[in-house]
């Protein structure tokens, strides 16, 4: 399988036309369908559903369509490790994470890298810990950074010193808006927008359901978010109020939003992730040593 043809079913899968695409890749379009069609007889299953005027992805060539991006992104990268002339340090530092006010940390790293480095820039792809973890695993991010509740046995990691305060986003409408702290009992009877990722049980210790113990089963959970721009959108709406980490909602003065902490206080601890015995090119091993410098004290 060349990469070539996988450039040229992700053009027809992008462009949902053979001939759009063929147009796009500056190809006749005999010679692009012949390809399609010679790339589903190599693979033994349809791509493809042909109608008059498009082309629909099958349930295999959604499959397909992942795996290709994920094939080529890593071919971008390696051509890019090699691009830049022997002693120089450029390229690409690929980090994962999920919503944490902990990214002014690593923010501030990057900064400092950039102004030592500026051949170095950085890719930042935002999604919950499995996301991340997925990604680490298939080699298509060098870091990662997650909020526990999190099984990093398999992975190198550093620790880092800051946590998140779990507690409640409400609009300043809600009854228990009037309250300073919320304890376990408001909760119950009150309908939550919950962390996925945060809010299930699994082998890592989880504080967050820790807290509520036998009474988390009783949870009224109308919905669930893995980022939380959109759970703040359901909560204006009024669908529920949001179990979420201070600090990444507007609660200003401007904003019809408040946050109030969990009594007794509920944090979620910090990792930054790696695969074990990796290589990494010049520009991830400045980071990687940068953060092993600054929180493995």
């Known amino acids: ?155 190198d990691y550093v620790d880092v010193p800051s946590a998140d305060t779990w507690g409640v986003l409400l609009r300043k409408d809600h009854p228990l808006a009037k309250k300073k702290t919320i304890r376990k009992k408001d909760l119950l009877g009150t309908p939550l927008i919950c962390s996925r990722w945060a809010s299930r049980r699994g082998p890592a210790a989880n504080a967050l359901v820790d807290w509520f113990g036998a009474d988390f089963e009783k949870l009224d959970v109308v919905a669930s978010y893995n980022l939380i721009y959109n ?19 507007n609660t200003t003065s401007t904003s019809n939003l408040c946050f109030r902490r969990l009594e007794p206080k509920v944090e979620s601890g910090l990792n930054i992730i790696w695969k074990k015995y990796q290589v990494f090119p010049p520009a991830p091993q400045i980071f990687l040593r940068r953060i092993v410098e600054k929180f493995s004290h």
């Open 1 to 155: 399988m060349e990469i070539r043809v996988l450039r040229y079913f992700l053009a027809v899968a992008r462009e949902g036309s053979v001939t759009g695409a063929a147009n796009f890749l500056h190809l006749t379009q005999p010679t692009l369908s012949r390809q399609i069609k010679e790339l589903e007889e190599h693979l033994g299953t349809k791509l493809f559903v042909r109608r008059s005027h498009n082309v629909v992805l099958t349930a295999e060539g959604m499959r397909f369509r992942q795996r290709a991006e994920e094939i080529l992104d890593m071919v971008e990268r390696t051509e890019a490790e090699f691009t830049f002339p022997e002693g120089t340090v450029s390229g690409e530092i690929h980090i994962g994470g999920g919503e944490t006010r902990a990214m002014r940390i690593i923010a501030a790293i990057l900064h400092g890298i950039r102004k030592d480095y500026p051949g170095v820039c950085f890719q930042l792809h935002s999604g919950n810990a499995e996301d991340v973890i997925e990604r680490v695993d298939k080699g298509l991010l060098d870091f990662g950074i997650l909020i526990q509740p999190v099984d990093i046995v398999k992975y």
């Open 231 to 249: 759970a703040t959108l359901m909560v204006e709406e009024g669908l529920g109020a949001a179990l979420a980490i201070d600090g990444l909602a």
